[in-house]
């Protein structure tokens, strides 16, 4: 198991916001967190990587307690796209080529730049590797930042939000990246994400946070219309298409 989390804890000042949270992925599978606005997702995503200090409980990766671990290792191992994100005036070469800090002593060597050069070749960016950030699309950005966390070589994925304000084929264009890169090279990742039916199309698991809380962890094509219910307090119908659930609210619970 690649990741393992156990009993993990965080409050803002005195406001709960995540209060045992317990669960395991495995490297090689996409992971959704779903719940309402404010039950914690982009936080439990925070304290997995240390930007936020979990008050109490235990982050494991590879075995080893996040805790104790320095900064630049944390960096090497797991990447993150945050939800928020600034354009800058950087080459979206020279961006991409920022997910090399972790291993760049003084200068980029050839082995960082043909890194970049593959990833950027992998996301289908060559056109743009020479344009800077400031002049892209909202979904041209998103994949600038997703290929520069895929160019740190992480074995664990963070993405907050990650088709938010994006249209429809960039959202699908978006989850079919991360899928990939869970499927393909084995990377665990762990998504923040509303849109329910890109979560249950695209990711293997779903994490369903209420009340600060792990309410269920069902793998995707399980998902309930009593969960659904549950957690976000509507009635859905549901059907299937290719397997999958697609869900449809109905009315308020």
């Not at 495995?26 to 779903?34: C, F, N, R, S, W």
């Not at 050069?117 to 992998?122: F, M, N, T, Y």
């Not at 907050?160 to 393909?184: F, G, K, W, Y």
Request: glycine share 6%.
């Amino acid at each position: 198991m690649i990741l393992a989390v156990d009993g993990l804890t965080f409050s803002y000042n005195s406001h709960a916001v995540l209060q045992g949270v317990k669960f395991d992925l495995p490297q090689g599978e996409a992971m959704g967190i779903l719940g309402v606005n404010g039950a914690g997702k982009s936080t439990l995503l925070k304290c997995l990587n240390r930007i936020l200090r979990p008050h109490g409980g235990v982050v494991m990766l590879d075995g080893r307690d996040m805790e104790r671990m320095k900064p630049n290792q944390i960096a090497q191992e797991m990447g993150y796209v945050p939800q928020r994100h600034d354009r800058d005036n950087l080459s979206v070469f020279d961006s991409v080529l920022l997910g090399r800090k972790p291993y760049i002593t003084w200068q980029a060597t050839e082995n960082d730049l043909a890194v970049v050069e593959r990833v950027i070749h992998s996301m289908h960016l060559e056109k743009l590797a020479l344009r800077t950030v400031d002049t892209l699309s909202g979904g041209e950005v998103q994949k600038v930042l997703i290929a520069r966390a895929l160019a740190q070589e992480p074995r664990v994925m963070l993405l907050d939000e990650p088709t938010s304000n994006l249209d429809l084929r960039n959202q699908l264009e978006v989850m079919e990246m991360i899928n990939h890169a869970a499927h393909e090279h084995g990377i665990a990742a762990a998504v923040a994400i509303h849109d329910v039916n890109l979560a249950v199309r695209h990711l293997d698991h779903l994490l369903m946070l209420k009340e600060q809380r792990v309410f269920a962890i069902t793998p995707a094509e399980e998902v309930s219309t009593e969960m659904i219910r549950e957690v976000y307090g509507i009635e859905v119908h549901m059907s299937r298409v290719e397997g999958r659930p697609v869900i449809i609210p109905m009315n308020m619970a």
